[in-house]
């Protein structure tokens, strides 16, 4: 005797209702299906959000750029930043008859700056930017002392300096004091540490 059906859910409210019974599921998207052989990732592959496994290559690492120097570019950029600040320094010296410090630190500075940026890290270009920066000073001191000679004199600057420049020589002696040597000082310092600060930037 058969046992009675016991009623199910209508038709209409069944997705599988009317499938043949033989008739395989259907697979649904992302869920991996029993019995079938997932494609795996090549051994060592790191996965998305994790890092590469110790003991497995990994990409190279671009070698850092070496440090640039230039010799040349950075003596000739000291000596021009050291015309150009020499002339200012005599303006400066003619015009108020004093040393003024802070124009010494200028003229370092100038020269420091230009010899560094021209020149990179060069080790020998610090040294240099402390010899044309006294030698910027001590012209610049010579610019300002014709321009007091030729002042007190009469006559144009050009001729003491280009024609007469021993005057404006002894005339230098004769003003020198031991401050004289402190700018100087002031000067080749202040040189040889910027130009090591704006070669070690590059």
């Known amino acids: 005797m058969s046992q009675p059906t016991p009623p199910g859910p209508p038709v209409e409210n069944n997705p599988y209702a009317g499938e043949p019974a033989d008739q395989p599921p259907v697979p649904q ?39 640039r120097e230039n010799f040349a570019l950075g003596l000739v ?10 002339i200012l320094y005599g303006l400066v010296t003619g015009l108020t008859k004093h040393e003024i410090g802070y124009a010494a630190v200028g003229v370092g500075f100038l020269v ?29 001191q010579l610019i300002g002392e014709a321009m007091i000679i030729a002042k007190a004199a009469g006559v144009s600057f050009s001729e003491v300096f280009f024609h007469h420049i021993d005057i404006a020589q002894a005339g230098w ?4 004091n031991p401050l004289t040597f402190v700018f100087f000082a002031i000067a080749a310092y202040v040189a040889f540490q910027s130009a090591r600060k704006a070669g070690h930037g590059h």
């Open 29 to 67: 998207p992302g869920i991996p299906q029993q019995g079938v052989p997932q494609q795996a990732a090549p051994q060592g592959t790191p996965q998305p959000g994790f890092p590469a496994a110790p003991g497995f290559p990994t990409a190279p690492v671009a070698p850092a750029a070496p440090a």
């Open 77 to 86: 950029a000291a000596i021009g930043a050291g015309v150009v600040s020499a």
């Open 112 to 140: 420091g700056i230009a010899t560094g940026r021209a020149g990179g890290r060069s080790q020998s270009l610090p040294v240099a930017g402390v010899i044309i920066s006294v030698a910027a000073i001590y012209l610049g």
């Open 173 to 176: 002696k004769a003003d020198a």
